[in-house]
């Protein structure tokens, strides 16, 4: 046979002990060659780059499992046997191969299996394989004994690939599972839970299934760190609880504003905020289901309201608009300026628009309370408001939605078209979709100010709208 | 050109003849060949990242593969299949685990998609549809977390048990 291939199979801790053979030939200090006769061919175990070396510590821990030989163990099996065979080799560390760990052997070998073991080392090649072939055919006799030369073997032909292979190459592996198994891949072992949990693996699971990237809070904050995985835990397990309707637990009843209309709400993931015909507004904890605050201070019905992290802003009957501290609950601005109810509001920055039964839409300054300007041109009660800090769109009785520059006080676009009040909108920027009382919903563009479709299908007043995407 | 031959030698000394379009499935021989001037007449590849027995086997997947259409641009946001993977790919690859391991490794280092891909998919099967405990048998994992710890993963994924 031809010197070339080292055929030697070292262990499959690639940190490289050497094995049982690899210590036996030491004597010899040639290369020797295992007859690849057996399907499947024995090869020169190459060193995955890259990876971190099991430490002392590790290859010294014992198995969960005593029947099953892992990875970690057997090296400590191999090199204790191996002092106790070796007596007159010359030690474990002259080889390149050995790092010089001593590891306490395990139960002594009887003198009789020692001297049976140094013919074999003593024997040729040829010889060696001729003895192993022969052993293993007495042995096939005794199925137990056999099996255990199997489960002897058998760890020596498997490799830990998410453990072992560079990470791009784990995470390539891995691609191609679906999220469960994933998941339970990451149980397995801490090095597979550390690849397992990858951000852009699960990025790329979402994305596979169009779930977005969930920001507010979720059941799993406390569970998952990884902010892709817990935003497909939450839409799988939304999924489920639609699907098992039972599981659903019962809804918390929040009773504050008793016998009084509740004419707008805000959530923000751990708050509600919650206007009413009261004349108050009530912030409510999710967590704890008890009103933390209530707002006090406006002299009609809250009829809108928008939040941020800070502050509530709120408009009213009583022709006013109020900011309030949502820590503190006091009121730190009120913005005179309406001479009718203010009916909604459209919140981006530090800047509030407010739409009034008085035809006007106003902008003002929520954190100096300054009035910045008034737009006029609706002839009839403003119902609905839009800002996204360059056009305010807003929707009237008066059948018309108006866009503005506010910044210039100029309405750059009257859109025309529908037969009724309208009541509700969304804009994104680009398209403004309105919903009106004559039953149609028409989407626009912002820039042409043209009408580029029409939707027909309600049977009537069409008065909560949402975008998402397209 | 048919018929033109490159010498590929692997990191144990042996020399291997190949077809150079053969070889070319390789993107790292590819470049070699194309980028590096390397000619094809005399010189042989060294390629020391892949030792005999694995560059046989390797041979024998781009011979076997050779009229293959290109492989097409990987599509991040689609579905992946995992189970099209040919019947003389699945018996090629019915190997030990050492073999395939270092299968990928080489695939990798050659840049041969296909059998890079190939190779990936075959381990991502022996994974899917199994326990961690399955998993750990089959790849002869040892478990290291305490109690704890598995009881707290536990909890971390149990909502993919969800039917």
């Given amino acids: 046979m031809s010197s070339e291939s080292v055929g030697i199979l070292s262990s499959p801790d690639r940190s490289s002990s050497p094995s049982l053979i690899d210590q036996l030939t030491q004597n010899s200090c040639t290369a020797t060659q295992i007859s690849t006769d057996y399907p499947g061919e024995i090869l020169q175990q190459i060193r995955s780059p890259g990876k971190r070396q099991l430490t002392i510590e590790e290859s010294i821990v014992t198995t969960n499992d005593s029947k099953r030989i892992c990875n970690s163990n057997l090296r400590e099996q191999c090199d204790s046997k191996s002092t106790a065979i070796i007596t007159s080799s010359p030690s474990p560390t002259s080889s390149n191969n050995t790092d010089s760990i001593s590891f306490p052997p395990s139960s002594p070998l009887s003198s009789e299996v020692i001297n049976w073991l140094d013919i074999f080392l003593a024997m040729s090649n040829e010889d060696r394989t001729r003895a192993t072939e022969a052993l293993i055919r007495t042995c096939s006799t005794n199925i137990l004994q056999l099996n255990q030369i199997k489960n002897q073997i058998e760890p020596y032909f498997q490799r830990d690939f998410i453990r072992d292979l560079p990470r791009e190459l784990a995470l390539h592996v891995l691609k191609y599972l679906p999220a469960n198994d994933v998941a339970r891949a990451s149980r397995t072992c801490r090095s597979w839970y550390e690849t397992c949990n990858d951000i852009l693996l699960w990025k790329r699971i979402c994305q596979r299934k169009m779930i977005p ?29 639609w699907q098992h309707e039972q599981l659903v637990p019962e809804p918390v009843v929040l009773r504050g504003h008793e016998d009084f209309v509740i004419t707008c709400l805000q959530f923000d993931g751990k708050r509600i905020v919650s206007g009413s015909d009261d004349n108050t507004l009530k912030i409510w904890s999710v967590a704890t289901g008890k009103c933390d605050q209530t707002l006090i201070g406006h002299n009609g019905g809250v009829w809108c309201s928008e939040m941020t992290d800070e502050l509530i802003v709120s408009g009213s009957t009583d022709r006013t608009i109020r900011v309030w501290n949502i820590g503190t609950g006091v009121c730190q601005h009120i913005l005179y300026g309406h001479t009718s109810t203010v009916r909604c509001l459209a919140l981006h920055g530090d800047i509030v628009v407010s739409g009034s039964r008085d035809a006007t839409v106003r902008v003002w300054n929520i954190r100096t309370g300054e009035r910045l300007h008034m737009l006029s041109g609706h002839t009839a009660a403003v119902r609905c408001v839009c800002y996204n800090g360059k056009y305010v769109v807003s929707g009237a009785y008066d059948h018309t939605i108006r866009v503005w520059l506010p910044d210039q006080e100029k309405c750059v676009h009257t859109l025309e078209g529908h037969t009724n009040r309208v009541y509700s909108l969304v804009f994104d920027g680009k398209h403004i979709v309105s919903g009106s009382l004559d039953c149609m919903i028409r989407v626009w563009d912002v820039e042409q100010g043209t009408c580029i479709h029409q939707l027909t299908g309600h049977l009537s007043l069409t008065s909560g709208m949402q975008l998402r995407g397209n | 050109m048919a018929g033109n031959k490159i010498k590929l030698q692997s990191n144990d000394g042996d ?27 005399d010189d042989v590849i060294p390629l020391p990242n892949v030792n005999s027995a694995i560059l046989k086997k390797v041979i024998q997947w781009a011979t076997h593969h050779k ?22 790919d699945q018996d ?72």
């Fill in chain 2, 15 to 41: 020399t291997f003849d190949v077809d150079v379009e053969i070889a070319k499935q390789s993107a790292t021989i590819k470049t070699m060949l194309e980028d590096l001037g390397m000619s094809e007449e």
């Fill in chain 2, 92 to 163: 090629f690859l019915k190997v030990d685990q050492g073999t395939l391991f270092e299968l990928i490794l080489a695939a990798n280092y050659l840049d041969i998609k296909g059998l890079l891909d190939v190779t990936c998919k075959t381990v991502a099967n022996m994974i899917k549809g199994r326990t961690p405990e399955e998993i750990r048998r089959q790849f002869n994992i040892k478990n290291d977390f305490t109690p704890q710890e598995e009881e707290q993963i536990k909890k971390e994924n149990e909502w993919c048990e969800e039917k």
């Fill in chain 2, 67 to 88: 009229d293959d259409p290109p492989p097409p641009e990987d599509d991040e946001n689609r579905e992946k299949n995992l189970s099209d993977i040919s019947s003389w």
């Fill in chain 1, 213 to 241: 990237l969930k920001k507010l809070r979720t059941i799993f904050d406390e569970a998952i760190e990884n902010e892709w995985k817990r935003s497909y835990a939450c839409h799988k397990h939304l999924e489920y609880v």
